[in-house]
């Protein structure tokens, strides 16, 4: 009986390819690795937001203001992802929003509010590079608010001087 050998040139014999399984549990091993490097991104991103979050709620503004981060439209259609400062969730925050509609039917309106942290990372991502244009805009928002409650004193303190008048007769 002849001994057959394979041929050195010819290389190593050829490895059948991965099972489904094996296929699987090596990309969830890498996942694994990859969501946690970009959890610990995000949550480092997170932390000057929150800080910038707390000073402008310490300042007590309660003026909603948003900023375009990006946005289209066509002849009918709009889209929008917009930062901001607003109350959601009973709570001042900074905040990221999408909206989208169609000019000739408002009622189709879609818009959806999140926290900043919370909002999806590719809007966060987006969002952070307008912070300092929100916080731009914020300051003439804030003008034109505190502007117009100026307005509004002297008419509301007729209105209650009328009310008052009513309720409480001076006596003659």
């Known amino acids: 009986m002849a001994i057959v050998r394979a041929d050195p040139s010819a290389g190593p014999a050829p490895l059948s390819p991965p099972s489904a399984p094996e296929r699987i ?14 959890n610990d991104a995000s949550g480092e991103l997170a932390k000057p937001v929150a800080s910038l979050e707390k000073a402008l709620q310490r ?3 309660g003026v909603a203001c948003w900023t375009k981060i990006s946005g289209g439209s066509d002849e009918y259609d709009y889209w929008s992802q917009d930062v901001g400062y607003a109350r959601v969730k009973g709570e001042w925050c900074l905040a990221i929003r999408t909206v989208s509609g169609n000019e000739g039917d408002p009622e189709r309106e879609s818009q959806e509010i999140w926290p900043f942290n919370e909002a999806p990372r590719y809007l966060r991502i987006k969002g952070v590079d307008k912070l300092p244009d929100l916080i731009e805009a914020l300051i003439e928002a804030t003008n034109a608010t505190a502007k117009r409650l100026s307005e509004k004193v002297a008419p509301a303190q007729d209105l209650a001087a009328a009310v008052n008048a009513l309720v409480n007769p001076k006596k003659k």
Request: hydrophobic fraction near 55%.
């Open 59 to 61: 300042l007590n503004v």
């Open 25 to 38: 549990t090596a990309a969830f091993e890498k996942l694994t690795v990859s969501a946690k490097t970009i």
